[in-house]
T-cell receptor
Framework: QQQVKQSPQSLIVQKGGIPIINCAYE??????FPWYQQFPGKGPALLIA?????SEKKEGRFTISFNKSAKQFSLHIMDSQPGDSATYFCAALDSGGGADGLTFGKGTHLIIQP | NAGVMQNPRHLVRRRGQEARLRCSPM?????VYWYRQLPEEGLKFMVYLQKENIIDESGMPKERFSAEFPKEGPSILRIQQVVRGDSAAYFC?????????????FGPGTRLTVL
């Protein structure tokens, strides 16, 4: 059973556009939602994270929108650049449930065309 | 400050052999997590360790897989009698504290190929 569903699987956007990646979760105990960026041959690197007590968080060109009632959250990349081309993973954690591992979505391959 | 280090970066084994993957956490981090990434899949949590203790192995296959994090030296993920289905990228991550809202810093991964 996939606990975090991520879409789309792949996305192509023109430079300067705003790619949006969506994730939905099932476990209402999740209380920490990070986004990771992964380049080919590298490990994932944390981009931005949010807790469910806020509906939006912005860091630089990256924004997370969070909808607790719908159990959904999304990543927006403003003024996207070719260097943003990478695979993006959403993840979730139940910090109080004794589970220490992040639950990841399947990833979105993002290509920003020049 | 060096990041999380993993070696080898690439490992090729024949079916039935053993694979040993090593992970050195970031300086000052005593919490290590192992994840497996199959092609076109997200990362799947396997095990969480602190020095000399396995804290959470809920994602670890019951057979052939084991992990340790000794008092001295790197954390080791050991896969005995490898099969083709073990081919994947194995990532370890570390954190300074138990991972409640704490960032897990990932290493570059070990890509295991089983022939």
């Amino acid at each position: 059973q996939q606990q975090v569903k991520q879409s789309p699987q792949s996305l192509i956007v023109q430079k300067g556009g705003i790619p949006i990646i969506n994730c939905a979760y099932e476990n209402t105990a999740f209380d920490y939602f990070p986004w990771y960026q992964q380049f080919p041959g590298k490990g994932p690197a944390l981009l931005i994270a949010i807790r469910p007590d806020v509906s939006e968080k912005k860091e630089g060109r990256f924004t997370i929108s969070f909808n607790k009632s719908a159990k959904q959250f999304s990543l927006h990349i403003m003024d996207s650049q070719p260097g943003d081309s990478a695979t993006y993973f959403c993840a979730a954690l139940d910090s109080g449930g004794g589970a220490d591992g992040l639950t990841f979505g399947k990833g979105t391959h993002l290509i920003i065309q020049p | 400050n060096a990041g999380v280090m993993q070696n080898p970066r690439h490992l090729v084994r024949r079916r039935g052999q053993e694979a040993r993957l090593r992970c050195s956490p970031m300086k000052g981090h005593s919490h290590v997590y192992w994840y497996r990434q199959l092609p076109e899949e997200g990362l799947k949590f396997m095990v969480y360790l602190q020095k000399e203790n396995i804290i959470d192995e809920s994602g670890m296959p019951k057979e052939r897989f084991s992990a340790e994090f000794p008092k001295e030296g790197p954390s080791i993920l050991r896969i005995q009698q490898v099969v083709r289905g073990d081919s994947a990228a194995y990532f370890c991550a570390s954190s300074p504290q138990r991972s409640s809202y704490n960032e897990q810093f990932f290493g570059p991964g070990t890509r295991l190929t089983v022939l």
